[in-house]
């Protein structure tokens, strides 16, 4: 048995000059998005129920929800589930091994992408 040479290891791992691929960056994004849909629960909750309580919550909730900043963040929100819908179905393929040769899972993930993209820019330009 010849003695084996440990390559060096790196000293410090600058995470700015790592280049993630595609399905890596798209996975990292369905994990960010499903915990920040997780964290903005109680205020859809509250838009819900402000929706459907009386007619003047009714008025209340369309005074909100009319604010530019508040369309900006529902579009955000509706990004983020989109985004985690898309991703989630793709993560359920890639468990049933369907899509995991490298090409198919770079094709899967800017699938992923552009349609949470386009989607939410759709529903944007309708609703704005």
């Given amino acids: 048995m010849s003695p084996t040479v440990a390559k ?5 791992l600058n995470l700015m ?3 993630q ?3 890596a960056i798209i996975s ?6 499903g ?3 997780f964290l903005l629960i109680p205020l859809l909750l509250w838009l819900f129920q402000a929706s459907l309580e009386s007619p003047t919550t009714f008025a209340d909730f369309q005074s ?3 604010h530019p900043l508040m369309k900006v963040l529902l579009l955000g929100l509706l990004w983020g589930y989109l985004h985690h819908l898309f991703a989630g179905l793709r993560h359920l393929f890639l468990d049933l091994d369907v899509g995991t040769e490298l090409a198919t899972a770079r094709l899967t993930s800017m699938i992923v992408l ?3 993209i386009v989607l939410t820019l759709a529903v944007g330009v309708m609703s704005w």
């Fill in 17 to 19: 000059q790592i280049r």
């Fill in 35 to 37: 915990a920040v849909l």
């Fill in 114 to 116: 552009a349609a949470g």
């Fill in 64 to 66: 909100v929800v009319t």
């Fill in 8 to 12: 060096p290891r790196p000293r410090h």
């Fill in 28 to 33: 990292i994004m369905h994990r960010i998005s």
């Fill in 21 to 23: 691929p595609m399905p």
